[in-house]
């Protein structure tokens, strides 16, 4: 089997779905892989570290991709990359098809057998594989330090000869994956942390991190362990408790979503406008429009109520290395699934593969 990867195409994405770690992984099983010179450059994995872990490194994009029969993504691949593609070869990684209608076109014009490891279904065998998890964890750090670094104030709690600070209240809304990273990085920083999400679950697993559970009220589990949208009703609910509790914040980190739509809002500019000068809000869901009305995605803004609100994007590629070497364990476990003796193998009774390959299934006449 010939396995492919190049340098990633989305603007300043530095992960990369193959790690030398993972090469060397690949090679042991009979594999050929041919990586770009340069892949790991953004997430400081060197070339010839590549090249020791059995990888031939060639020039360019086409060379690496116009002959494998697997090729690994991060981000989705751009249309020109998808025409370098061969007739026919299966891609792994985060495709997102159905993001961009040109971009399904494409994919669909060369027959490619994609396995966009969003649609992998979230079950415990999953979960070695499951690369929002592993991604969500280093957005959650990272967006908590942002709003350190951005925070006029410290996060712990100092007694100095100058007297005593207290801490910073930290507020983190939406208690995923993310979120629950986001509480543990606060919490290890010094904040005082609470934490609310309306899956009533979350509570424990808050306070198993020691912070508070702050309860609003509103309990809106959906299908599949995720959160439904809230009725406009709960929302008000929701809303008018979080707007008195937010003039006692120092610190917001949003997370908070919902499958397959636009971030819930939940925090108004009339709530930013209540919250205390020197106020930061941090929000992570600004890739998918925002958790706060002000958000502004890729910017930080002030308020005239001196109140900070981010919306930094890419987080994940700013722990590039350690997101990387996720990424790529998530992408080897599955990868795993097809290699089979010289040649790669489609189990489709395993719903791993079933549910994950785009065009779906019963759309697709691949038998
Ligand atoms: P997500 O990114 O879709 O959402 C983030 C959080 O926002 C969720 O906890 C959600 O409940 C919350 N949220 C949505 N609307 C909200 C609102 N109006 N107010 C407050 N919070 C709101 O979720 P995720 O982090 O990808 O994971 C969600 C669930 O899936 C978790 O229970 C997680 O443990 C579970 N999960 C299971 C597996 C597995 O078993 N393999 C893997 C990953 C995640």
Redesign the pocket.
């Known amino acids: 089997v010939k396995i492919g990867v190049a340098s990633e195409t989305a603007n300043g994405e530095k992960r990369v779905a193959l790690t030398p770690e993972t090469c060397g992984k690949l090679v042991k099983t009979g594999a050929e892989v041919v990586a770009e010179r340069g892949l790991g450059r953004g997430a400081h994995f060197p070339d010839d570290v590549y090249a020791a872990a059995g990888a031939k490194l060639v020039d360019d994009a086409a060379a690496a991709l116009s002959d494998a029969d697997l090729v690994f993504c991060v981000q989705p691949p751009d249309n020109a990359r998808i025409a370098l593609l061969k007739q026919g070869a299966t891609l792994v990684g985060g495709v997102q098809p159905e993001a961009d209608s040109a971009r399904a076109e494409a994919l669909r014009g060369r027959g490619i057998i994609t396995f966009p490891l969003e649609r992998l279904p ?3 065998r ?2 070695a594989m ?1 690369v ?2 592993s991604q ?1 964890g280093m957005a959650g750090y990272k967006a908590t330090l942002i709003a350190a670094e951005l925070a006029p104030r410290f996060f712990p709690m100092l007694t100095t000869a100058a007297g005593t600070i207290r801490p910073s209240k930290v507020l983190i ?8 990273q986001a509480i543990a990085t606060a919490k290890r920083l010094g904040a005082q942390v609470e934490g ?4 009533p ?2 509570r424990e ?1 808050i306070e198993s991190l020691g912070g508070r559970f702050l309860d ?1 009220g ?1 309990s ?2 959906g299908e ?7 009725t406009d009703e709960e ?1 008000a609910e ?1 809303q008018r408790r979080l707007g008195e509790h937010l003039k006692s914040v120092d610190v917001i980190v949003c ?5 397959g739509r636009p971030a ?1 809002k ?1 925090i108004s500019a009339e709530m930013v406008g209540m919250m205390r000068p020197g106020s930061v809000i941090v929000d992570l869901a600004a890739e998918s429009g925002g ?1 706060c009305a002000l958000t502004v995605p890729g910017d930080a803004i002030e308020t005239d109520g001196g109140v900070t609100v981010a919306g930094p994007l890419g987080l994940a590629s700013m722990g590039a290395l350690h997101a990387s070497e996720m990424y790529a364990r998530n992408v080897y476990n599955f990868a795993s699934l097809l290699l089979g003796e010289g040649a790669l193998t489609f189990d489709w009774e395993d719903e791993l593969l079933a549910k994950t390959v785009w065009p779906p299934r019963d759309a697709a006449t691949t038998g």
Not at 224 to 230: D, K, S, V
Not at 255 to 259: D, E, G, L, M, R
């Open positions: 979230r079950t415990t999953a979960q499951d929002l998890s969500a809304i939406g208690a995923g994956v993310a979120g629950l609310f999400d309306v899956r679950e979350t697993q609003l509103v809106a589990a599949g362990g995720y959160a439904r949208q809230l929302r929701q997370t908070a979503a919902v499958p819930p939940i958790n």
